[in-house]
């Protein structure tokens, strides 16, 4: 019985219409959403680019402004009932009939979870007026299900099928030279092909949907060789002279890359978003569900994903602990993670110790900063949860101890449970200053490198990662540095990049505050070989490479070149999937 009005919930009207306007309103939503998506493909044809930026920065917003917009429809509909928890209950039960026949059900389900939280500030999970994350298995969708094109070898030579492919997926920019591209891309092919021992090709599969992200457009699919499939994606640039093919990954580290969780969101119109993961997976079986929905813009349910991954792990592992993670502790943030699942909780501190001069609200502007910003893979993402509740029992008492000391606006203790107000998560890295001293110097020398080129994309990205100090990158399975602290990152635009003054011999042991001024925006790339704190072997590598980024005039001409509206290119693949570009 509702004691608000007298009704029995499982006759109300009102939460039959309720649950309808929920839907309408994911209805409405996915719609817009599929607006600005479809949008891609008009940009990449008319190469407009500073549009691209704008259209992924509304995508980003539009989730929180339907929820919003729904919320307020709800609040007319029901007026003092929208407090009401056995209406709601009941209208989750309604709204669940109403998804019987759709796909996609999970992103409706997310959508409705919103919406609920919002309302309620929901601490942890309130399984009768919430969809539980750990109700059900996940891979529901078949991996063929995703509408895809299928083109046989044994049907032509593989540069008429190469040639076929791409004229499938034209633009309305036409190639600059369609054939040319056909036989350097079945080249490709082939050389790949016999690079790795597959054996002949067989099929190739593409889905229909092409993958707009940045400058570049995508299409995805897989290829047959031996029995066996294998990942096979096909870039494309549009250049004033037409578009062309640049490159062809077809390693599944490279392709892995590409979806990775330090990459911007794709673009893709994608009818059944659930069918298109499923393909994914089955290309990509390491990747983590929650990183296939986010790569495709479905932040919430990557959430979801993520949220259902980390408490279905601790519900079936009641051994598993919640430790501090390794590495330097920080002054900003506390970090902990599962001992055996590959994620890491971030906590802002209450108080932050000097020399760090910032506030909280500062800290989560940065993360919003990157959030939007195109992370050219070297950005972790980070997701923001609220109200997550772990059982106290699989809390290392060290880690409680610390929380609740110095991070006691964010987190408490409550009945059973340790409950997180507010924190970050991020996929788990290998600190960089600790993976530097775990392995032989020649990976260390690769891994400093790699630090050096992770920079080198940052800034012509218009981001300064602020403290360039090793222990805030990580190093990915892959191998790659990528950037994980966010709390002094900035734009290059902030920044005052100084040459040190000269120094007499007798000067050699003054320190520095002694010789100039320095206000909090000048940085004097000079001293970032000095901090480093890494073996001289390893400072040579990097400045081997990469020695332009301790030299100020190259950050000063890089600061110039992006305000006079100059786009630094920072390519998603190595040098080596590249395909020759044709002489003019």
């Known amino acids: 019985m509702d004691t608000m009005t007298g009704t029995s919930p499982s006759r109300d009207p009102q939460a039959h219409a309720a649950a309808a306007l929920i839907l309408d309103g994911f209805v409405d939503y996915n719609a817009r959403f599929s607006d600005i998506t479809r949008r891609a493909r008009r940009r990449f044809e008319r190469r407009e680019w500073k549009l691209v930026r704008r259209d992924a920065d509304a995508r980003i917003d539009l989730y929180d402004e339907c929820i919003g917009e729904t919320l307020a429809r709800l609040d007319i509909l029901l007026d003092d009932r929208i407090r009401s928890r056995p209406l709601w209950a009941t209208m989750r039960q309604r709204y669940e009939g109403l998804l019987a026949t759709l796909a996609d059900r999970e992103l409706y389900k997310t959508w409705f979870n919103s919406l609920s939280r919002r309302r309620f500030r929901t601490h942890g999970v309130v399984a009768d007026i919430e969809f539980v994350a750990l109700d059900r298995a996940p891979y529901t969708e078949p991996s063929d299900a995703a509408p895809h094109r299928r083109y046989a070898v044994d049907e032509g030579t593989l540069s008429g099928i190469c040639r076929r492919l791409l004229a499938d997926y034209a633009h309305a920019a036409a190639y600059a030279d369609l054939s040319g591209c056909a036989a350097r891309l079945a080249t490709a092919l082939w050389r790949c092909q016999g690079a790795e021992d597959r054996g002949a090709i067989e099929e190739l599969h593409v889905l229909e949907t092409v993958f707009y992200r940045e400058r570049r457009a995508y299409l995805v699919g897989r290829l047959r060789s031996g029995g066996r499939r294998y990942p096979l994606v096909v870039a494309l640039v549009h250049e004033p002279a037409g578009v062309r093919v640049d490159a062809l990954i077809a390693s599944m580290d490279q392709v892995s890359i590409l979806f990775g969780y330090a990459r911007s969101y794709f673009h893709a119109d994608i009818a059944n978003v659930g069918a298109a993961v499923a393909f994914l997976h089955a290309l990509l079986p390491h990747k983590p569900l929650e990183e296939l929905y986010t790569v495709l813009g479905r932040a919430r349910q990557g959430k979801t994903e993520r949220y259902r991954r980390v408490f279905g792990h601790l519900a079936i592992h009641p051994q598993e602990r919640l430790v501090r993670a390794d590495g330097k ?219 332009e980024i301790f030299d100020p005039h190259w950050w000063q001409a890089l600061q110039a070149r992006l305000r006079a509206g100059d786009y630094v290119d920072v390519p998603p693949y190595p040098a080596s999937a590249t395909l020759p570009v044709p002489p003019p």
């Not at 001069?357 to 949860?385: C, I, M, N, S």
């Not at 107000?421 to 891994?447: F, K, S």
């Not at 505050?513 to 940085?523: C, K, L, R």
């Open 329 to 547: 502790r920080g002054m900003v943030m506390e970090v902990f993670t599962l001992r055996d699942l590959p994620v890491v909780f971030k906590v802002i501190r209450d108080r932050f110790a000097w020399p760090k001069d910032t506030e909280r609200h500062l800290v989560e502007a940065k993360y919003r900063l990157v959030f939007h910003h195109d992370r050219v893979g070297r950005l972790v993402d980070a997701q923001e949860f609220r109200q997550l509740r772990f059982p106290l029992r699989q809390v290392d008492p060290t880690l409680r101890h610390e929380l609740l000391e110095s991070c006691a606006d964010s987190v408490r203790v409550e009945d059973d449970d340790l409950v997180v107000a507010h924190c970050y998560v991020e996929h788990r890295l290998r600190p960089m200053d600790l993976y530097v001293r775990e392995v032989g110097t020649d990976e260390a020398c690769r891994a400093m490198r790699d630090y050096g080129q992770a920079v080198k994309d940052l800034a012509g990205s218009n981001i300064f990662p602020g403290d360039l100090l090793l222990k805030n990158f990580g190093i990915s399975r892959n191998g790659r540095a990528v950037f994980y602290d966010y709390d002094e990152l900035c734009t290059l635009g902030e920044c005052r990049f100084r040459a040190l003054p000269p120094m007499h011999e007798d000067d050699e042991m003054r320190p520095l505050q002694d010789e100039v001024y320095a206000a909090p925006e000048d940085i004097f790339p000079e001293l970032f070989i000095k901090f480093l704190g890494v073996p001289a072997p390893l400072r040579e590598a990097l400045r081997e490479v990469h020695g």
